[in-house]
């Protein structure tokens, strides 16, 4: 996901500034936030620096584009490029004044090289300092700026996959033991999963797709009024507690 470089009204900046409050609450209690937001809004959150590497995971034809520019730039007067362009949700934006009306050629490409590959670094930026704010108002800046952007992204979304062995260590367990065969069957069934198939079991278990950075809570499996060698009940399904607190 990445943001809409037209919401941009006050509504819409405020709502993202209640987005940043949400993402340091998640930090602060170790909830995860269900999200996927591409990297370029990470990376701006802690102030890393963006590059045409960057574009390329928001848009990779732009910046495919853009390296094909750089080595036929004789080439370009053929083209219909002028300096006004589009954003990744449709909107146009003048790279000068008057952009609609100058064409890109040989002599100015590599300025709107320059000129675009910046505004489309740069699209969402009031969008992504709203973000920031709200989340300042919750975690110190201080703390903000230790993190990389992968850090706070598994501090605020959870982790993406997990090992079962991390599971094993956060389990417990009512009217079964951890050598109990259905136990031992399950724990055998999650290790031949996919991390997509591990997303999908925690989600139907716990209600969420990720575990947290820092797992700080148990998993517990219980036995219902369900034969001897059947399986371990879904925690959410024998009560509307997700977790047992360590």
Not at 21 to 39: F, V, W
Not at 48 to 68: I, K
Not at 198 to 224: D, E, H, I, T
Request: aromatic share 8%.
């Amino acid at each position: 996901m990445v943001v809409r470089p037209s919401a941009c009204t006050e509504y819409h900046l405020r709502m993202f500034r209640f987005l940043g409050k949400l993402m340091g609450l998640a930090m602060r209690t170790n909830d995860c936030l269900s999200l996927r937001i591409n990297p370029v809004v990470w990376k701006q959150l802690v102030g890393e620096a963006l590059t045409r590497a960057d574009l390329a995971l928001c848009d990779f034809r732009a910046a495919q584009n853009l390296d094909r520019l750089s080595q036929a730039s004789p080439l370009v007067g053929s083209t219909d490029l002028t300096f006004a362009v589009a954003l990744s949700d449709g909107s146009t934006r003048e790279l000068r004044d008057g952009g609609s009306e100058i064409r890109v050629t040989a002599e100015n490409c590599m300025e709107w090289a320059l000129l675009y590959e910046r505004a489309r670094l740069s699209e969402s930026s009031r969008q992504v300092a709203a973000i920031r704010d709200g989340l300042l108002e919750v975690i110190p800046s201080s703390v903000l700026s230790m993190y990389t952007w992968d850090e706070l992204e598994a501090s605020i979304c959870g982790r993406p996959d997990f090992e079962v062995a991390v599971l094993k260590e956060r389990a417990s367990y009512e009217g079964y033991t951890a050598e109990s065969d259905q136990i031992q069957w399950l724990f055998q069934a999650l290790e031949s999963f996919t991390p997509r198939e591990r997303s999908m079991f925690l989600r139907f278990v716990s209600g969420m797709a990720r575990l947290p950075k820092y797992a700080s809570r148990n998993f517990m499996f219980k036995r219902g009024a369900q034969r001897d060698d059947s399986l371990p009940r879904p925690p959410h399904a024998s009560s509307p507690s997700r977790y047992r607190d360590t």
